[in-house]
């Protein structure tokens, strides 16, 4: 019932600019954290960033300063600026909705940082 679908990844340069998107629909409970997670082939899952639908952030600490999440609850989306992209950032993408023991996740998409 519920859905998590992921754009914007791509092809980018050494210090370039994405906007990911993900839109969530369904049966969703508006107290909920939505985030960002990325997987390199061969690395485990990790956290990107996540914000609660009060507004609160969290980021690794790798991309302070250089991501930035937001999110629009009427929209039930979330979104990941990220600037002054780098090789290392170059991995899947995925969203994720969660909510007491709930966790929902989208496909991914691709984002490589490559000149």
């Known amino acids: 019932q519920v859905q998590l679908v992921e754009s914007g990844g791509g092809l980018v340069q050494p210090g370039g600019s994405l906007r990911l998107s993900c839109a969530a629909s369904?049966?969703?409970?508006?107290?909920?954290?939505m985030g960002w997670y990325r997987q390199a082939p061969g690395k485990q899952r990790e956290l990107v960033a996540d914000i609660s639908s009060t507004g609160r952030a969290n980021y690794a600490d790798s991309e302070k300063g250089q991501f930035s999440i937001s999110r629009d609850n009427a929209k039930n989306m979330v979104y990941l600026q990220m600037n002054s992209l780098k090789p290392e950032d170059t991995a899947v993408y995925y969203c994720?909705?969660?909510?007491?023991?709930?966790?929902?996740w989208g496909q991914g998409t691709q984002v490589t940082v490559s000149s």
């Open positions: 369904g049966s969703i409970w508006s107290i909920n954290v």
């Open positions: 994720k909705l969660s909510w007491a023991e709930r966790q929902y």
